[in-house]
Nanobody, 125 residues
Framework: QVQLVESGGGLVQTGGSLRLSCAASGRTFSSYTMGWFRQAPGKEREFVAAISKSGGVTYYADSVEGRFTISRDNAKNTVYLQMNSLKPEDTAVYYC??????????????????WGQGTQVTVSS
């Protein structure tokens, strides 16, 4: 079993930056592909970014490409999402998640077994 706890959300102005962290329990963090997802009110949960087990491969949604960076530190059991040039449309609850699947099959919520509680990100205009 894996427990995930997100932190770092908050209120930021358009164009600002925010860094989200997700701390994982257990000793097998490096066995999981890690992903970030977000969900705005009335909308489906959508893929934001994912990083492979070793950290060598990353994928991003088109909407955040070039602005967001996902990274991981397996020694610290932590995955990060650096968000720059934030826009009001980035406003959502952000969730980190862990999947046993390799990254190529982990670009949607379906293969993710473990989820954090979410952290609110609000971008004001």
């Amino acid at each position: 079993q894996v427990q995930l706890v997100e932190s770092g959300g908050g209120l930021v102005q358009t164009g600002g930056s925010l860094r989200l962290s997700c701390a994982a329990s257990g000793r097998t963090f490096s066995s999981y592909t890690m992903g970030w997802f977000r969900q705005a009110p009335g909308k489906e949960r959508e893929f934001v970014a994912a990083i492979s087990k070793s950290g060598g491969v990353t994928y991003y949604a088109d909407s955040v490409e070039g602005r967001f960076t996902i990274s991981r530190d397996n020694a610290k059991n932590t995955v990060y999402l650096q968000m720059n040039s934030l826009k009001p449309e980035d406003t959502a609850v952000y969730y980190c998640a862990a999947s046993g699947a390799n990254i190529g099959k982990a670009l949607s919520p379906i293969p993710y077994r473990y989820w954090g509680q979410g952290t609110q990100v609000t971008v004001s205009s």
